[in-house]
C-alpha cells in the first residue's frame, strides 16, 4: 500500500455506511449497530438483499479475471471498494498478473484503516486506497497518488460496482461516468453494477420508495434503460446487461434469480 494520508473525515458509527452494511451482508464483521439494524431493515423488506450482495461480489471477481486475463488489464481504478474481504480486486487481478497497478477509492474512514493494513499488493505490481467521494470526480482523477499509481495514457479498468447507486437524483450517475471515462484513453473498460427493482413486485417498490422518501435508505435504484445509458458509446461485451447472477456465471452454476438479486451489470469497452 502507498503511502497516503489525506485529511480524514470523521468515523460516526451511529449512522449506518453503505460499505459497513455491505460488509454485514457479506457475513463480514466490520460493522455497527447503526449498520446492522439498517441492513435488517433492508433484509426483512427485501429478503434476497444478501443473495444480491453476493451475488454482486461474484461478479466483480468474475469481471476482474476476464479483464486480468482475456483483455489484458494491468491497471484499475476501483471506486467504491468497501470493507476488504476475500478476493478482492487486487488479489485476483495479480494472482493472473502480479505487475497489476490498483487504486481503490471509497469515503469511509474505516475502509481507509483496513485497506492500509489488508489491501498489500504483490512485489511487481501496487496499490494505493484515496479517500474520496464518487460525487467529486475530479477530486479522485487529480489526487497525485492516482497519478503516481496509474498511467492514464494506457488503459485502465474503471470498477463502479454497488456504488453508483449511492448518488440520487434521475440521470445524476450518466455525468460522473462522462468524466472518470473521459480522463481514461481508448482501450480502457467499465465495470458497472446497479440496484434495480425492475424485478420487484409492486409492493416492494412502494416499499422502497418509502424507505427512501423517509431518509432510510440511501439507494436510488435505477431501470434498465438508465443504467444502460451508462454504456453510451462503448462496446459492450456479451452477455451484454444483465442481472450480475447472468453475467458468465461459473460453469455449471445455477444463477440467482433475478428478483433476489435485482442487480444489473455491464462491462464494456472504449473504443
Known sequence: MADHDPVRAVLDTSVPHPARRYNYW?????????????????????????????????????????????????????????????????????????????????????????????????EQGRTTYLEADLRDPDAILADPALRETLDLSRPVALMLVAVLHFVPGDGAARPI??????????????VATHATVDFSPPEHQAAHRRMRDEGRSD?????????????????????????????????????AHPRDVAVWGGVARKP
Open 177 to 190: 461516468v462522462r468524466r472518470l471515462l473521459a480522463a481514461l484513453p481508448p482501450g480502457s473498460w467499465l
Open 26 to 122: 457479506l457475513g463480514g464483521k466490520d460493522n455497527f449497530a447503526a449498520d446492522r439494524e439498517s441492513a435488517d431493515e433492508f433484509a426483512a423488506r427485501f429478503p434476497g438483499v444478501r443473495i444480491g450482495a453476493r451475488a454482486n461480489r461474484a461478479m466483480l471477481q468474475r469481471a476482474v479475471r476476464f479483464l486480468a486475463g482475456e483483455a489484458g488489464i494491468r491497471q484499475f481504478l476501483d471506486i467504491g471498494t468497501g470493507l476488504p474481504t476475500a478476493d478482492n480486486t487486487h488479489e485476483v487481478a495479480q494472482r493472473i498478473a502480479p505487475e497489476s497497478r490498483i487504486v481503490y477509492v471509497d469515503n469511509d474512514p474505516l475502509v481507509m484503516t483496513h485497506a492500509r493494513a489488508l489491501l498489500t499488493s504483490s
Open 219 to 255: 439507494v436510488w435504484t435505477r431501470d434498465r434503460a438508465e443504467f444502460a445509458a451508462l454504456f453510451d458509446g462503448l462496446d459492450i461485451v456479451p452477455p451484454g446487461i444483465v442481472p450480475v447472477s447472468e453475467w458468465r456465471p461459473e460453469p455449471g452454476a445455477e444463477p
